[in-house]
Structure formats: structure tokens, C-alpha cells
């Protein structure tokens, strides 16, 4: 609820003291900058940046089975005869592999212009990703986006805290997200979200428990 637009004096008074009862670090000065990050965070770009990462892991999930799924050998000059030869003959997991990868970087491309910084980490990282490559390289261009992700993590959870004046009570990533990450070996990219934060994983800046807003009618949105 916008308390700016409770035309009734008393009733504004009313529900401002309510606030400082249940929240007393709430300063009415800042009411408008936390409502609009809280706003940037439930349907605004901060939103839109955060279900691209979560998108993004999704893809590597994919990216990850189709690795496997070419069943390379630790030789790129066998490899590169081989999905040559079973490209030819109509076996897709090539064409599924580089669909994957592309998916990947075509996400997270957006993810990192989204957060203020550059898609040229991005763009080098699938430059390099061939289906010539052994399954260890594979996996390790994989855990490298991986450590891509966990150095971006930082920039939401900060721009949050800025604006509501406290850490964030919400997960960047899903469960889902968290899982596949644990799958891949990537725990230091879930252990970095949950620095300075104490809601349950499948939290969100919108959930009823962390709402400010939420007894007073509705939703800041």
C-alpha cells in the first residue's frame, strides 16, 4: 500500500505508527526510494535480471546433459572426425549441444548488461566451447560460467540493501537454481546469495512474510 496516497490524515498518522511499531529502523523520509526498490524488485528490471539468472542456470542444466550426452573422447582431433560423422548421418545431440550453449550465452549476455556490467566475458567464454573438446574441458568451461554467475551475484543484493536500508530477506535463486548448482559442483554460488540473508530458499521479495506493506491492504506494487 502507497501510504503517500491515504488521503486521510489520522489514518495515515495511524497506519505510520503501525510501521514504526513493526518496523522501528523505518524512516518515513525514505519511504519513496524503498518503494521504489521494492517496486525494481518485484516487477522491475532488478526482477526481470534476477528470473534471467535463474533462466540462465536452467540452461546450463541443459548445456550440462548435452555434454555428456556427446559422449566425447579425451582426443579433440577424434571427437571433431566423429560428431563430424554422426552430424552427417542425422544424429542431433551436436545440434543439441550447440543449441544449449547458445541459449546459455544469449542469457546471461542479458543477465550481465542487466546488472551493469559488460557481455564481452560472456561472448569469449562460447567463442572458446567446442564440441571437439574432452568432456573434462566441457565441464570446465561449464564451472567457469558458473564462477561468472557468483561474481555477479553481489551487484543485486547490494543495489537491494542501498535502497531498503537492510539486506535482502529473499534469494536471488530458486530452488531449482539451487539444485542444479549443487549438481554442478557449485556450491560457492549458493553459499554467496545466502551472505547476510535469513529467509528460506524459496523466498521472494513479494512473499506475505516480508512485506512491510502487506498488513496494511496489499502489496507496495
Do not use: C
Not at 12 to 41: C, I, N, S, W
Amino acid at each position: 500500500m502507497d501510504l503517500s496516497k491515504v488521503s486521510n490524515f489520522r489514518q495515515r498518522q495511524r497506519l505510520a505508527g503501525l510501521v514504526a511499531q513493526a518496523y522501528p529502523e523505518f524512516d518515513m523520509t525514505q519511504y519513496p526510494v524503498r518503494l521504489g526498490t521494492r517496486k525494481e524488485f518485484t516487477t522491475g528490471k532488478a526482477a526481470v535480471n534476477i528470473r534471467g539468472l535463474n533462466t540462465a542456470i536452467a540452461h546450463l542444466d541443459t548445456l550440462n546433459t548435452a555434454t555428456d550426452a556427446l559422449d566425447n573422447a579425451p582426443v579433440q582431433v577424434w571427437n571433431y572426425i566423429a560428431n563430424k560423422a554422426l552430424t552427417g548421418v542425422g544424429d542431433p545431440r551436436v545440434v543439441k549441444f550447440n543449441a544449449a550453449a547458445n541459449a546459455v550465452e544469449g542469457e546471461l549476455a542479458n543477465v550481465f548488461k542487466g546488472m551493469g556490467a559488460t557481455d564481452q566475458e560472456i561472448k569469449s567464454w562460447r567463442e572458446q566451447l567446442s564440441t571437439s573438446q574432452s568432456p573434462e574441458q566441457l565441464h570446465g568451461a561449464i564451472k567457469q560460467v558458473t564462477e561468472l554467475l557468483g561474481g555477479r551475484m553481489d551487484a543485486p543484493a547490494e543495489q537491494y540493501k542501498t535502497g531498503m536500508g537492510r539486506a535482502k530477506d529473499f534469494h536471488l535463486l530458486s530452488p531449482t537454481s539451487v539444485g542444479i548448482l549443487h549438481k554442478l559442483g557449485a556450491d560457492e554460488v549458493i553459499t554467496r546469495d545466502r551472505i547476510g540473508d535469513t529467509a528460506a530458499p524459496s523466498a521472494s521479495p513479494s512473499g506475505d512474510g516480508s512485506d512491510p506493506f502487506a498488513q496494511f491492504g496489499g502489496k507496495s506494487r
